[in-house]
């Protein structure tokens, strides 16, 4: 269980990006973390394992208080919360199996990740997580060499090879096309509800949210305006979240993207004819 | 508003100096100075012919090399030469390493940065010529002077181009590692590394090729290898056996070049 107690974060230029933040999530509760540019999102998930330092506060994973830790016990801490990233964050230039093994840096001593020679218990279930997100066939490949929905699925395996207490998701499908993003999506829920794992999964898209999420969070400059279901996510809720004029500016916008959308197709149409 | 309304002249604005006066003074300034400049070189037109004379002596050497009179020293030069290269590159390259990734900012607290930065400044004052001289002054004449200044030099040249490198590495990468609860080393290992590597080969390849050229120079202050030998052949008026040695220079440096190219481009 992870809880959130006023959790506040000023960034170097004066810029409160968080103010008093107080979340509880149960043990297996997936819930996404909605709202606009700047609103937070990122900074709070990683206030979570403290990629970014938060100002006040505290992030209790269970009994520990990750935001008082020093240098060594943050480290072991950290093995306890996989993350996954908007642009997959996959080390490019080494192999799939490399950066699944990844996941284990934090339980191994650096001469064995240095020369590769992982425990056999590490190795049989990296390969078990290949074969579960479909990759087996690829563990040989480097990771540049595969597609977008491909390596976010490596990113999942190493922060699965974590075995971790908690998923950190940060827009995990921002640079995925609408189907991979659905299959992406369906996987993390299927992962985290096989192993009872809760998650915070950053998204800004908002059907995608409704659609997967059991609980959405909406922020906006730094505070949550809504905590609910799916369902609750009315109108008027996201008005509260985006704000009047830049929602329906949004959808306006998105009216007049798919009519251009439309006339370039059919132009395109023309044309092969 | 009719077409012939708009003008049909247009002018490039002065990007530099807005004002004309000024922009006028500066040229004048500028033409003054490289009038007088000029006016100040002395040129001695009889020691130029005699120049021409031992200049065409000098071509002429070229077109008859003579490999074979001096054989054993010049032989001896080139080994020394490519040996001093290969060991002061690969002493340079253990040592930039740890210097270059202390000298990135990305990585490394404040101090560690400075003091690896100082370093890489200091080596790169200093131009090959001046430590060669100075380390021949204490080491004596021949190759180990060499092979000092060498590696000093390759340690500027390296770590400041890894240093570089590795503060623009892709910074997801490394956060990503470090969400895993990687240590240092580990951060280093996984995520700097990789991305690093293929440019860390192609400088130290690169620096092999300037090394070997370097070597030539700074022979001829004392610190041995071909660029000794070179110099005691022109000491002697032996400009066939010079033309010879400098026609081995440049084939080598153009083996260099085009097989560290190559094998550069083979490694991205």
Redo the contacts between chains.
Sequence with gaps: MLRLEGLSKTYATGDPALSDVSLVVPEGQIMGLIGPSGAGKSTLIRCI?R?VEPTAGRVLLGETDLARLGKAEL?????R?G?I?Q?Y??????TVM?NVL??????VP?WR??LRRYPAADVQSAYRLLDRVGLMDKADNRADALSGGQRQRV?IA?ALA?EPELLLVDEPTASLDPKTSRQIMRLITEICAERGLPAIVNIHDVPLAQQFMQRIVGLREGRVVFDGPPSELTEAALTTIYGAEDWNAMRQGDAEQAEAEADSRRRMEAIAR | MTASAYPTTWRRPPQIIKSARWRYAVQFGIAIYLALAIGTIEVDWARVAAGLERGQRFVMGFLQPDFVSRWGDISRGLIESLTMTLTSTVVGVIISVPVGIGAARNLVPRAVYLVCRGIIAVSRALQEIIIAIFLVAMFGFGPFAGFLTLSFATIGFLAKLLADDIEEI?P??V?????????W??VV???VQ??V??RLIGLSLYRLDINFRESAVIGIVGAGGIGATLNTAIDRYEYDSAGAILLLIIGIVMIAEYGSSYLRKFLQ
Excluded: D, H, K
Excluded at chain 1, 102 to 107: A, D, E, K, N, V
């Design positions: 394992n990629l480290r072991r801490q950290r093995r919360i993350m990233f642009e964050a996959l080390v490019e230039r080494l490399e990844s996941g284990r840096l934090g339980y650096f990740s240095f990113g190493r974590q | 892709e997801g990468q956060e990503a590692v470090r969400a895993t609860g990687a240590s080393w580990q290992n996984y995520a990789p991305q590597m293929p």
